[in-house]
């Protein structure tokens, strides 16, 4: 069978897929991840490049292709409350006891 006949005859569903988009899960990548890249890249222009580059790593959680590559080499699935619980200890912690916080105020 051919590579055209195997991609005709597999199933199309969006819940087969093993990756199905969820609006709801690309809404809170979207948010999350634009504030904690946000957070991470002033941390590191404005005060120290080690919380910066914490940050600018942690935003990568919200991205669906180092999510998949997680998942599938480290079998490590990151769900939708642990990133939402991530994202508002970032932003609490750069507004409560970071130097950052203390510049917007």
Not at 1 to 23: E, I, L, Q
Not at 41 to 54: C, F, S
Not at 82 to 105: E, H, K, N, P, Y
Request: glycine share 8%; aromatic share 6%; charged share 20%.
């Amino acid at each position: 069978m051919s590579r055209a006949n195997r991609a005709k005859s597999a199933p199309s569903a969006a819940g087969s897929a093993p990756f199905a988009r969820d609006p709801l899960d690309t809404l809170v990548d979207a948010v999350f991840g634009t504030v904690v890249f946000a957070i991470g890249a002033a941390n590191l222009w404005l005060v120290h490049p080690v919380p910066g580059a914490i940050g600018l790593v942690l935003s990568l959680v919200y991205v669906r292709p180092v999510r998949r590559a997680l998942e599938r080499t480290l079998r490590l699935r990151i769900p939708r409350v642990v990133r939402i619980a991530l994202g508002v200890a970032v932003v609490w912690f750069t507004l409560g006891v970071s130097d950052l916080g203390d510049m917007i105020d």
